[in-house]
């Protein structure tokens, strides 16, 4: 027989083998234990699973030489191969879920919103310059006790003018370049109209504002073909020009401070008699602003209404809000309300 000199050894020391196996199994834990707990990403992991348990890892090569142990020793080698191929695959799964958990916190922190950081304001809109003043005259006379009234824009000629004691041929119509529609309407040239259909429709005492769009062929740095007015009347019995004056002087006080300083100027006006126009004194500008036409209203013009002039009497002005909206905010061009720059629009 050639035996090899292996074999000798093998037969020399029985058992020898075995322990040899089992011991270079049980050194290998420790420093598995180290490595994977050192591994600092899934790719270490990988490669260190590949030197301990991978095909030709180390604990393959300690498989590969039980071939050498006999019928009995090698079951014994086999399941303490086994149990430590286990241990190191419990170490890799631990320390696999150890740096997916890690992974996921630094992703989740990367990702955290801070609540603590300015938010993006959703931009808002405003009221128009004229609805702002619109709303606040409209508010100074609420509080006077008035009550406020509506009417159309594409008015009968007879409310825009007849009925104002401005028949036909009256030479009043003229005064205004009127925008003329179909059949016997207009664009209302002012908000007077709103007189007669609130006359009509309630009964005196009556104290009504009105506010809303009027027209006149007209354009320039002062003159809008589209504008707002205001308008505002009182009927009772015995209403003097005393009271028109008492209430204009609390509504432009109420609009320009407690100082205001205000004239009436004798005017002219179809549908008042007699007339007066009002202005303000614009300190700034040092001269006088003309801010509404007023007057009594005209007895043809309450008959119209349907209320007798022998027993009511009544009060009544107009006055132009574009208007004040310029003198309010200064601004030097009626058209600029117009056109719809929000750069102009956002100042307001
Ligand atoms: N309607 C007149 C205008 O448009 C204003 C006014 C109203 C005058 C009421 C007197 C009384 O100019």
């Known amino acids: 027989m050639s035996d090899g000199p292996e074999t000798a050894t093998t037969e020399a020391a029985p ?10 199994a049980r050194a290998l834990l420790a420093p598995a234990k180290e490595a994977f707990s050192g591994a600092n990403d899934l790719k270490q992991l990988e490669d260190l699973r590949l030197e301990y348990i991978g095909k030709k890892g180390k604990l393959s090569g300690l498989n590969r030489r039980m071939g050498k142990l006999s019928a009995d020793e090698k079951p014994i080698a086999g399941k303490v191969i086994n149990e430590h191929k286990a241990q190191i695959l419990d170490l890799l799964k631990s320390r696999k879920e150890q740096l997916e958990m890690k992974a996921l916190s630094q992703q989740l922190s990367g990702e955290r919103i801070d609540v ?3 938010g993006v304001r959703p931009a808002r809109g405003s009221l128009h310059p004229v609805e702002q003043v619109t ?10 006790g008035f009550h406020v009234e509506e009417g159309p824009e594409i ?3 007879w409310f825009n003018f007849d009925a104002l004691n401005m028949p036909d041929n009256h030479p009043a119509r003229d005064m205004q370049d009127t925008l003329y529609t179909e059949r016997g309407h207009v664009l209302r040239t002012h908000t007077s109209p709103v007189q007669i259909r609130s006359m ?4 005196p005492p009556m104290a009504v504002v009105a506010a809303g769009k009027v027209y006149r062929h007209d354009s320039d740095a002062t003159h809008s073909p589209m504008f707002h007015q205001m308008e505002g009347f009182l009927i009772d019995e015995d209403v003097s020009f005393g009271h028109l004056k008492g209430v ?3 509504f432009l006080r109420a609009l320009y ?3 205001v300083k205000l004239r009436f100027r004798p005017s002219f006006f179809p549908f008042t008699e007699p007339s007066a126009e ?3 004194w614009w300190e700034a500008g040092n001269k006088w602003l003309e801010v509404l036409g007023s007057g009594m209203i005209h007895p043809n013009v309450l008959e119209n209404g349907g209320i007798d002039p022998e027993n009511f009497s009544g009060f009544a002005f107009g006055l132009g809000i574009d208007r004040l909206a310029c003198i309010k905010f200064q601004i030097p061009d009626i058209r600029l309300l117009y056109e719809n720059d929000v750069r102009f629009l956002r100042q307001f």
Do not use: M
């Open 15 to 24: 058992g020898g083998e075995l322990k040899a196996l089992i011991a270079e």
């Open 116 to 118: 603590t950081l300015p």
């Open 135 to 144: 709303q606040e005259i409209l508010g100074i006379f609420r509080d006077l």
């Open 155 to 157: 008015e009968n000629e």
């Open 200 to 203: 009509k429709k309630l009964d």
């Open 248 to 250: 204009l002087h609390e």
């Open 257 to 259: 401070g407690a100082d």
């Open 278 to 280: 009002v202005d303000v």
